[in-house]
């Protein structure tokens, strides 16, 4: 079974903190993808990565950073936490070169900014 | 751009009830579609897909079934249970394997 973990199940930070939420995945994927989910709003795409050092901003990446140093992890940054920031985070993988989109997610770390 | 429309919920019912959750899209073309299913405390996960028109997608009871006429996916389920208490997503594909989600849609089955 593919595996995806995160660090965290949940987090409080004070504002103006750095914030690292790291992700592990167990099955070699090329691409991993960093969400965040929001009652009313869904899922919303921050960042996403399709190789090791490769990175693409999502549709809300303002005020976050990844990083991917190596295959199996994928760290989203919060350089400066803020209010605005306290979500529920969901990191998902996918096998590249797929024609099917099937992404595995993680459980989620919900991360409270006070 | 690329996006999924859902039925706001939350849809409540009682155990062994129909159900419906309704799913329309826009899209250029025609996309395979996805249903995600979130349990509580738990990430998403894959629940059904539909690769072309007319296809239908099936798992663990639920179906859902691919209308390019009305833009549909939408999801069925004859009898529901409490463990089918969930919130439910549907999704398309948009750009480089990326996903777009709707909104989200919560079932509470109540015994």
């Known amino acids: 079974d593919v595996k995806v973990t995160q660090s965290s199940r949940y987090l409080v930070k004070r504002t103006g903190e750095k914030v690292f939420l790291e992700c592990v995945q167990d099955m070699d994927h090329e691409n991993m993808f960093w969400y965040r989910q929001d009652p009313g709003l869904g899922l919303r795409l921050i960042y996403f990565?399709?190789?090791?050092?490769?990175?693409e901003k999502g549709d809300i990446p303002e005020g976050y950073s990844v990083s991917r140093e190596k295959k199996e992890r994928f760290s989203l940054i919060l350089e400066s936490a803020s209010t605005n920031q306290t979500s529920m985070y969901l990191c998902?993988?996918?096998?590249?070169?797929?024609?099917?989109?099937?992404?595995?997610f993680g459980p989620g770390t919900r991360l409270t900014v006070t | 751009g690329d996006s999924v429309t859902q039925m706001e919920g939350p849809v409540t019912l009682s155990e062994e009830a129909f159900l419906t959750i309704n799913c329309t899209y826009t899209?250029?073309?025609?996309?395979?579609l996805f249903w995600y299913v979130q349990y509580p405390g738990e990430g998403l996960q894959l629940l059904l897909k539909?690769?072309?028109?007319?296809d239908k997608g099936s798992n663990k009871g639920f179906e859902a079934t691919y209308r390019k006429e009305t833009t549909s996916f939408h999801l069925e389920k004859g009898s529901v249970q409490v463990s089918d208490s969930a919130v439910y997503f549907c999704a398309l594909p948009t750009g480089f394997q990326k996903l777009v989600f709707g909104t989200g849609t919560r079932l509470l089955v109540s015994p």
């Open positions: 539909a690769t072309k028109a007319d």
């Open positions: 990565s399709y190789d090791v050092k490769m990175k």
């Open positions: 899209a250029t073309g025609y996309p395979s």
């Open positions: 998902a993988s996918s096998l590249g070169g797929r024609p099917l989109y099937e992404q595995y």
